[in-house]
């Protein structure tokens, strides 16, 4: 298993705190009491390096399809206001991504970067229906070579407090192809012209640069 260059730090910092726990445990505290200690230690470590895991999945690009930007479950599929960039009405789909997914982000189209900007802001609950609006987050827009743009959000959950987009403004990105990470708890949200036909429905789960989102050749 190969593990995200995201997650070294983090990886680091609990290998040290498990080695100084079982060290001290194993020194001054009696068998029955650092036995626990030890499987505790070595579960949090288990739980780091899944959460930070990099699945093997291949490129299948396809321009008349949108990919899942994450793994996830759809949580929201509605007609909104888009007031940030477009400033018009969107079909936004939201995927909810537990501790337990893979938390890198994908390309869901390839195409340019045509506008990129972070926000800081506070850490409601990935699910809220503000969290779009008023957590940190990234915007990220993608403009196909047709001229179509598609909005990419990635939200920071209750959890979470690092966004990591890597493409800048003016860069050429592939569909399927990885574009930020988010740690823990979060959420992203896709921002689709109204002539999108989107192929989920709320509460399926979705496999990041694989699951067809929508149609919109």
Known sequence: MRLHREGTPTILLILALSCFVLFASCRWLPPLAAWPLAVAMLCLLGI?????????????????VLLSPCDGK??????????????????????????????????????????????PGKYLVAWHPKSSTENERSTVVIRESNGREVLVRQIAGALARRIVTYPETGDAVVQGAEFGFIKFGSRVDLFLPLDAK????????????????ADHA
């Open 198 to 213: 989107v192929r989920v429905k709320i509460g399926d789960v979705v496999q990041g640069a694989v699951s067809v989102i």
């Open 48 to 64: 780091v390096l899944w959460f930070f895991r990099v699945p093997v999945r291949p490129l299948t690009a396809n321009d008349g």
């Open 74 to 119: 759809v949580v929201v599929i509605e007609e909104v206001e888009e007031g940030e960039y477009f400033k018009d009405r969107r079909v936004q789909v939201s995927i909810f991504m537990s501790p337990l997914n893979v938390h890198i982000n994908f390309n869901p189209v390839s195409g340019k970067i045509s506008y990129r900007k972070y926000h």
